[in-house]
C-alpha cells in the first residue's frame, strides 16, 4: 500500500503560479503511475494529468496542456504538478493519486487504487 499527502495548495489570483506536492510513504513508489485529478464544487472529478513510474511518459488533460506540468522525484517519493497562468475554472480541490502494477496513464479515476486527500486551489478573477 501507500499513502499520499498532498500540499501547496493556496489562494492565487488569475494568470498565478502554484506547484502542488505529493509525498508518498513506501519503498516502491517508482512502480506506480501517479496521478493529479480535480474536483470542482458540484462538477465530477476530472484528470489532470498522470506520469509513468520512471518519469518519461506524461499525459496531460486538454484544458491544462502547455500550462501544467507533472513530474515525479524518486529518490524523494513525491510527485509534483506545477500549475501556470492559473484560470479561475481552474479552481477545486486538487487530489494525487497511485495506480500499481505499472499500467498505463488512464484518465479514469477508477484505475487508481490510492488516493490523498486533496488540497484546495482558489483562483481569484
Known amino acids: 500500500q501507500v499513502q499520499l499527502v498532498e500540499s501547496g495548495g493556496g489562494l492565487v489570483p488569475a494568470g498565478g503560479s502554484l506547484r502542488l506536492s505529493c509525498a508518498a510513504s513506501g519503498r516502491t513508489f517508482n512502480t506506480y503511475v501517479m496521478g493529479w485529478f480535480r474536483q470542482a464544487p458540484g462538477k465530477e472529478r476530472e484528470f489532470v494529468a498522470a506520469?509513468?513510474?520512471?518519469?518519461?511518459?506524461?499525459n496531460y488533460a486538454d484544458s491544462v496542456k502547455g500550462r501544467f506540468t507533472i513530474s515525479r522525484d524518486n529518490a524523494k517519493n513525491t510527485v509534483y504538478l506545477r500549475m501556470n497562468s492559473l484560470k479561475p475554472e481552474d479552481t477545486a480541490i486538487y487530489y494525487c493519486?497511485?495506480?500499481?502494477?505499472?499500467?498505463?496513464?488512464?484518465?479514469?479515476?477508477?484505475?487508481?487504487?490510492?488516493w490523498g486527500r486533496g488540497t484546495q486551489v482558489t483562483v481569484s478573477s
Open positions: 506520469v509513468s513510474s520512471g518519469g518519461l511518459l506524461i
Open positions: 493519486a497511485a495506480r500499481a502494477g505499472g499500467g498505463s496513464l488512464s484518465r479514469w479515476s477508477d484505475d487508481y487504487a490510492y
